[in-house]
């Protein structure tokens, strides 16, 4: 009979449950004081540490370091918070059955991932006032693209956020966290996200195809030289496409 079940039966469109992930996500991240904390403090160390040592290392440019660096350490957030948080919160939500129970909701698996990066991009937001305001406040003057800023944020969160689920979706919760961090490290290190992909010499090229190497390239093109570096958008757009394919594919909710 027409009318006898209020609401309606049946799933919400597609928008608001991925909304509804997001909110959810997001306050959980926030609630979370330590990965807070980590997102935004290693970022700085390396911010200040990077200063210090710019009188011993040759970083390629005859500007201040500060105009250097700081769009390399947005980057390094955008990747510590994107990749690794995911990667590691995502891992013991499937020990504990959270996304098995996700698994019985009509979110689907692309659902999830659109839940997690708008979650992601409301962190960032935070990470972007606080490392951007210490920023400024030790000299640094960007000169800003700002399409080329937005389309950084959200298609390095894109890439990296689905190359943490990838991880997350097929591995145990311990070699997840052990994976994470490993790689986490090593693309900090020779990534190509903090420095220039230019000071890797011969392996230049190879760093740039990186995802960390074009997040890096793409923050600095619209941060320190105030244009949009396409060619790097167009390398986080296929890391993206490539791993979010992977991983509705691959993705087991338990």
Same mark, same amino acid.
């Not at 959980?28 to 807070?36: A, H, S, T, V, Y």
């Given at each position: 009979m027409s009318g006898t079940f209020t609401p309606a039966?049946?799933?919400?469109?597609?928008?608001?449950?991925?909304?509804?992930? %997001? &909110?959810?996500?997001?306050r959980?991240?926030?609630?979370?004081?330590?990965?807070?904390l980590l997102a935004i403090v290693i970022p700085l160390v390396v911010l200040v540490g990077g200063l210090y040592a710019a009188d011993r290392v040759d970083l390629g440019i005859s500007s201040d370091p500060i105009?250097?660096?700081?769009?390399?350490?947005? %980057?390094?957030? =955008?990747?510590?918070?994107? $990749?690794?948080?995911?990667?590691?919160?995502? &891992? $013991?939500?499937?020990?504990?059955?959270?996304?098995?129970?996700? +698994?019985?909701?009509?979110?689907?698996?692309?659902?999830l991932l659109l839940g997690k990066v708008g979650a992601l991009l409301? !962190?960032?937001?935070?990470? =972007? !006032?606080?490392?951007?305001?210490?920023?400024?406040?030790? &000299?640094?003057?960007?000169? !800003?693209a700002v399409v080329g800023v937005l389309l950084s944020a959200v298609l390095g969160?894109?890439? *990296?956020? %689905?190359? +943490?689920?990838?991880?997350?979706?097929?591995?145990r919760a311990e070699a997840t966290l052990a994976l994470a961090n490993l790689v986490y490290l090593l693309l900090m290190a020779g990534g190509g996200v903090v420095i220039p992909a230019s000071q890797y010499g011969p392996a230049s090229e190879f760093v740039k195809l990186l995802p960390s190497g074009a997040l890096g390239e793409s923050f600095r093109a619209s941060l320190l030289d105030g244009?949009?570096?396409?060619?790097?958008? +167009?390398?986080?757009?296929?890391?993206?496409? =490539?791993?979010? $394919?992977?991983?509705?594919?691959? *993705?087991?909710?338990?």
């Open positions: 039966p049946g799933s919400a469109p597609l928008s608001q449950q991925v909304r509804a992930q %997001a &909110g959810m996500e997001a959980l991240m926030m609630r979370n004081g330590e990965q807070l105009d250097l660096l700081a769009p390399g350490v947005l %980057a390094l957030a =955008v990747m510590s918070t994107a $990749f690794t948080a995911v990667a590691i919160a995502t &891992g $013991f939500e499937r020990r504990y059955g959270v996304i098995k129970r996700l +698994g019985a909701s009509p979110l689907p698996r692309h659902g409301v !962190v960032e937001a935070v990470q =972007v !006032v606080v490392i951007g305001g210490a920023a400024l406040a030790l &000299g640094w003057r960007p000169d !800003v969160t894109m890439a *990296f956020g %689905a190359l +943490g689920l990838l991880i997350a979706g097929v591995m244009h949009t570096d396409w060619a790097a958008l +167009g390398v986080l757009m296929v890391w993206a496409a =490539v791993a979010s $394919f992977l991983t509705a594919r691959t *993705f087991r909710w338990e």
